[in-house]
């Protein structure tokens, strides 16, 4: 690997990093920043539908605003390099507190990231958050 690869596997897993933290501060401008304007979200997975960056960000600004709490625990980040692009898959754990409830909801799964080398760094032209389990979930179907 050369070092040129390294240190752009180090900036795409940072990337991902300020994500979570900024999905868990709900900084809203610095998750902005993580995309490209052109984004496509997807966060099916937990039942909103996919779309442009600005509209998937305001839905989920609106639902995330309503938890008391969130951390994300981002490992197992795994980059395939091609030139200015890359592949990336990052399994995420979270801990969260929903509105009205005392005990901690838990669910966990994979991020999935397409991105590409701007002039500001890297950013993420495609994610697709998949959701593989929830544990503690008020909807039974998601327990």
């Not at 993580?34 to 909103?48: I, P």
């Not at 839905?59 to 625990?73: E, N, R, S």
């Not at 080398?117 to 032209?125: F, H, N, Q």
């Amino acid at each position: 690997m050369t070092p040129q690869e390294l240190s752009d596997k180090q900036e795409i897993a940072e990337l991902v990093y300020r994500y979570a933290t900024a999905v868990d501060t709900k900084d809203w401008k610095r998750m902005t920043s993580v995309f490209t304007e052109d984004a496509h979200l997807d966060y099916s997975s937990v039942g909103y539908a996919p779309g442009p960056r600005d509209e998937v960000l305001a839905i989920l600004q609106k639902a995330l605003d309503q938890l008391p709490m969130t951390q994300h625990f981002v490992t197992n980040i795994e980059v395939d390099l091609d030139g200015d692009t890359a592949r990336v898959r990052a399994m995420f754990y979270n801990p969260m507190r929903l509105p009205g409830m005392t005990e901690l909801t838990y669910c966990g799964g994979n991020y999935h990231h397409e991105v590409v080398r701007t002039a500001d760094g890297w950013k993420s032209c495609r994610l697709i958050e998949e959701s593989l389990w929830f544990s503690n979930h008020p909807d039974p179907a998601k327990n």
